[in-house]
C-alpha cells in the first residue's frame, strides 16, 4: 500500500501495482460493486494505472496514469475540455470540487450557491470552469462551501462562502473572488474542514481560521470564530 485516503464513511488505497481497493459506505456508488456497506476491500474497476486519490465525503477520485481522472459516488467529475493540461490534483467537497492543471491553473464546478466555485452567479454550475485570478497552484483544498488553493510560492488564497471567516475575512460577505489569506510565513501544507482552514508553515506552526464553535482551530478555552489565523496553542 502506497497511498490511503477516507471520505465520510468510506476508505480507500493504492497499491504499488496501481490499483485502488476500498471499503466502508458505498450507497452513493463511491465503491464499485453496487453494496451499501462493504466490510472489507473492493477492487475499483479501473482501465489504466492509478497515481493519486482524493476521497470527498461520497465521492471516490482516482488520477489515473496519461488518462482522464474518473470520479465515482454523489459528485461526478465535470467533463474537462479538451484543450487544457493534464489534471494535477483534485479536491472533492460535498456537493462542489476543484482541479489544477499541469500549468498551474485551476478549475471548479458544483454548487456555487455562495461562490464556492469561482464564478459570478449563485446557483448550480455543472460545467468546469475556471476560477479568476488565480496562478502556480500547487494543490487545493475544499470545505462545505469554500474553496482554498496553495500555489508554489507558499500563499493561500480562499473564495466561496464567509460565514463563518473560513475566508479569513472579518467581514463575512460570501465572493467567488479568491482573497489572499495574510499569514506570517510560507505555506508548506494546507487542509480544510467544513467551515474552517488550517496551513502548516515554513516556520512549523500550524495556524487556523475559521469556525470554532467546537474548538477546530485548537485555540484552547476561546470558542469564537476567527478571521485572523492563530497558531495553535500547545
Not at 9 to 15: F, G, L, M, P, Q
Not at 63 to 77: F, H, R, S, T, Y
Not at 92 to 111: F, K, N
Not at 187 to 192: D, K
Amino acid at each position: 500500500v502506497v497511498e490511503i485516503d477516507s471520505g465520510s464513511s468510506h476508505t480507500c488505497i493504492r497499491k504499488s501495482d496501481g490499483t485502488v481497493w476500498c471499503w466502508g459506505l458505498g450507497r452513493s456508488e463511491q465503491i464499485s460493486g453496487g453494496r451499501d456497506i462493504n466490510p472489507a476491500p473492493v477492487q475499483l474497476d479501473i482501465v489504466g494505472t492509478a497515481k493519486r486519490l482524493e476521497l470527498g465525503p461520497q465521492t471516490t477520485c482516482i488520477l489515473i496514469d496519461g488518462q482522464a481522472p474518473v470520479c465515482i459516488g454523489e459528485l461526478p467529475l465535470a467533463e474537462i475540455p479538451g484543450d487544457k493540461p493534464a489534471v494535477a490534483a483534485i479536491a472533492m467537497g460535498r456537493s462542489h470540487g476543484c482541479l489544477s492543471y499541469e500549468d498551474g491553473t485551476a478549475g471548479c464546478w458544483g454548487a456555487n450557491d455562495q461562490g464556492q466555485v469561482g464564478v459570478e452567479g449563485f446557483g448550480e454550475v455543472p460545467t468546469l470552469v475556471d476560477v479568476v485570478d488565480l496562478a502556480s497552484v500547487s494543490s487545493l483544498v475544499v470545505g462545505d462551501a469554500f474553496s482554498c488553493a496553495l500555489n508554489t510560492d507558499g500563499g493561500v488564497a480562499c473564495w466561496g462562502g464567509n460565514g463563518r471567516k473560513q475566508l479569513a475575512q472579518s467581514n463575512l460577505e460570501n465572493t467567488f473572488t479568491p482573497l489572499t489569506v495574510n499569514l506570517p510565513s510560507v505555506t508548506e501544507q494546507l487542509v480544510a474542514g467544513a467551515d474552517f482552514a488550517c496551513a502548516l508553515g515554513a516556520d512549523t506552526i500550524a495556524r487556523c481560521w475559521g469556525a470554532n464553535d467546537m474548538a477546530q482551530l485548537g485555540r484552547g478555552d476561546e470558542m469564537e470564530d476567527r478571521a485572523g489565523p492563530a497558531g495553535v496553542r500547545w
